[in-house]
Nanobody
């Protein structure tokens, strides 16, 4: 059974850091692209970052470039999103999602999703 489980969210002050984890099972991670998306209240879901099956990575949002980085550990079947210098506008539910091989900034192209983890940036 294909499964993605996010963890690592929480409440953090502006300027703080969090590392989100996406634990996967039921499929071969090294043949899979994993994307991180987020959705803030009243806003559409947006793509944040992605790692392809080859290990390449991209940040889609200009607002997170230089602050967020994605990485994967295929041996542990886990993908991480390191978030530094967090800002209140980063507050959202963060989801990881899977599709075969290649990244896409479009959520509808990802077939499998986790349940999400809440990130709140507030003083």
């Amino acid at each position: 059974q294909l499964q993605l489980v996010e963890s690592g969210g929480g409440l953090v002050q502006p300027g703080g850091s969090l590392r989100l984890s996406c634990a996967t099972s039921g499929f071969t991670l090294d043949e899979t692209a994993i994307g991180w998306f987020r959705q803030a209240p009243g806003k559409e879901r947006e793509g944040v970052s992605c790692t392809s099956s080859s290990g390449g990575s991209t940040n889609w949002l200009d607002s997170v470039k230089g602050r967020f980085s994605i990485s994967r550990d295929n041996a542990k079947n886990t993908v991480y999103l390191q978030m530094n210098n967090l800002k209140p506008e980063d507050t959202a539910i963060y989801y990881c999602a899977a599709r075969e091989h290649y990244c896409s900034p479009y959520a509808y192209r990802f077939a499998s999703w986790g349940q999400g983890t809440q990130v709140t940036v507030s003083s």
